[in-house]
T-cell receptor, first 115, second 112 residues
Framework: RKEVEQDPGPFNVPEGATVAFNCTYS??????FFWYRQDCRKEPKLLMS???SGNEDGRFTAQLNRASQYISLLIRDSKLSDSATYLC????????????????FGQGTILTVHP | DAGITQSPRHKVTETGTPVTLRCHQT?????MYWYRQDPGHGLRLIHY???????DKGEVSDGYSVSRSKTEDFLLTLESATSSQTSVYFC???????????FGDGTRLSIL
C-alpha cells in the first residue's frame, strides 16, 4: 500500500463546477498535511496547509480526518486557471517528535477545467 | 517567490560522468531537500539537510551524495551518472521541519 494515495483522476470539469479531491495516508504518526498544485513542467507550489479543524481559502476548502487518515480538497466555482495537478502531501514526522520535514507526496490528480 | 535558485536548469550528459546540481537559497532557512520527480512515482526525497554539515538520506538515496558547507548552498552529486537517474530534480527549503516547503524551478537532467 502506498503511503499517500490520491484519486487517480483525471478530472475534467466545466467552469463553475465544484470538484472534490480525496487522499488517504497510511502513517498514523503523520504530523502535518498540505495540498500543492503543480502546473505542467513547473515546480510544486503550496496551495494550502490542512488542519484538523478544516480551513478555507477563498474557493478552496481543505479538511483533515485524523481518525480515518483522510484528507480532502474542495474547489468551488472552478476557473480555467485551476487546471493543474493537485498533490496531496504528508509530513511523516519521526521518532522522538522531531520533524525533519520528510514529505511524502501522492502521485497527484490532474484537473482540467474547460469552458 | 522564495529565494531559491537551482543550477543548471537543464543538463544533458553521458553515462558514467559525474554531475553536480546546485541549490542556492537567500532565505537563511535551516532545512534543504533534494527530490526527484518521475512519471508514475511522483516526487521522492533523495537527501535532506537540517543544518550546515548535517545531512541524511531520503527514500531514494542510492547513487547520490550531498554536501552542505554553508547555509545557503546544498549540492547534489551523482558520482557516476546512470540512465536511471534521468529525471527532474527539485530543491526545496523550509525554516521549520513541520512547515510547508518551497520549491526551486527544477533541473531537467538527461543521462544518455
Amino acid at each position: 500500500r502506498k503511503e499517500v494515495e490520491q484519486d487517480p483522476g483525471p478530472f475534467n470539469v466545466p467552469e463553475g463546477a465544484t470538484v472534490a479531491f480525496n487522499c488517504t495516508y497510511s502513517n498514523s504518526a503523520s504530523q502535518s498535511f498540505f495540498w500543492y498544485r503543480q502546473d505542467c513542467r513547473k515546480e510544486p507550489k503550496l496551495l494550502m496547509s490542512v488542519y484538523s479543524s478544516g480551513n478555507e481559502d477563498g474557493r478552496f476548502t481543505a479538511q483533515l480526518n485524523r481518525a480515518s487518515q483522510y484528507i480532502s480538497l474542495l474547489i468551488r466555482d472552478s476557473k480555467l486557471s485551476d487546471s493543474a495537478t493537485y498533490l496531496c502531501v504528508v509530513n511523516k514526522g519521526s521518532a522522538g517528535g522531531t520533524s525533519y520535514g520528510k514529505l511524502t507526496f501522492g502521485q497527484g490528480t490532474i484537473l482540467t477545467v474547460h469552458p | 517567490d522564495a529565494g531559491i535558485t537551482q543550477s543548471p536548469r537543464h543538463k544533458v550528459t553521458e553515462t558514467g560522468t559525474p554531475v553536480t546540481l546546485r541549490c542556492h537559497q537567500t532565505e537563511n532557512h535551516r532545512y534543504m531537500y533534494w527530490y526527484r520527480q518521475d512519471p508514475g512515482h511522483g516526487l521522492r526525497l533523495i537527501h535532506y539537510s537540517y543544518g550546515v554539515k548535517d545531512t541524511d538520506k531520503g527514500e531514494v538515496s542510492d547513487g547520490y551524495s550531498v554536501s552542505r558547507s554553508k547555509t545557503e548552498d546544498f549540492l547534489l552529486t551523482l558520482e557516476s551518472a546512470t540512465s536511471s537517474q534521468t529525471s527532474v530534480y527539485f530543491c526545496a527549503i523550509t525554516s521549520e521541519g513541520n512547515q510547508p516547503q518551497h520549491f526551486g524551478d527544477g533541473t531537467r537532467l538527461s543521462i544518455l
